[in-house]
């Protein structure tokens, strides 16, 4: 069985970003083991020229280069990604390099018609940059629109259209894990290649 970390994408103690993943963790339990981890404790990312990281980056961090695949959620703030999500992505990014050929599978909820969109648009955006060079899955957009309406009381998805969509793209997404898991003979490189880059010196 695969061993997941899901990203809650925001800092906000209400999300429905935060009820998918838990639903995810409950629903695919057999499929997987995922762990749900939060990123509002980290500090603001400030560049420390010794490039040591908060504790809790560091263990988040660490938590995703052994995984076998990353899921994040995130909403749309601004028609991107909220602040927070962009924070924990720069700490993530400096000095360490866990996303580097990592698996990622991006999910989405927002309280509106779109589904957080644009910004899971600008999430792929931003892990494909040379710092993280993840790996993220093609034409695999969740976006679970009207999400204060969407869930039980129990927290389970109510409308079975998107259930089936979610299945299926969970589905591929372990797919998409196990062939990532042969395309490594290049990891060795582009891990040296993220941890040596620097935008001051291009």
Known sequence: MVNLIAIVGTNSD??????LLEYMQKHFETQANIELVEIKD???FNKPDD?????????????????DGVIISTPEYDHSVPA??????SWLSYG??????????????????????????????????????????????FLLSHSLQAFDGDG???????????NGLFADF?????????????????KAHAENFSWDNQ
């Open 14 to 19: 209400k999300s429905t970003n935060r009820t």
């Open 42 to 44: 980290l500090p603001l």
């Open 51 to 67: 490039k040591t990281l908060p504790d809790n980056a560091k263990a988040l961090a660490e938590k995703i280069e052994a995984a």
């Open 84 to 89: 927070a999500l962009m924070n924990a992505l």
């Open 96 to 141: 360490v390099v866990p996303f580097v050929d990592k698996p990622v599978m991006i999910t989405g909820a927002s309280y509106g018609t779109l589904g957080s969109s644009r910004a899971q648009q600008h999430l792929r955006q931003i892990l494909d940059a040379p710092e993280l060079k993840a790996r993220i899955m093609p034409s695999s957009e």
């Open 156 to 166: 389970n998805l109510v409308d079975e259209e998107n259930i089936t969509l979610l």
């Open 174 to 190: 372990l797919h998409f894990i196990e062939i990532m898991s042969q395309l490594n003979q290049a990891h060795a490189a582009n």
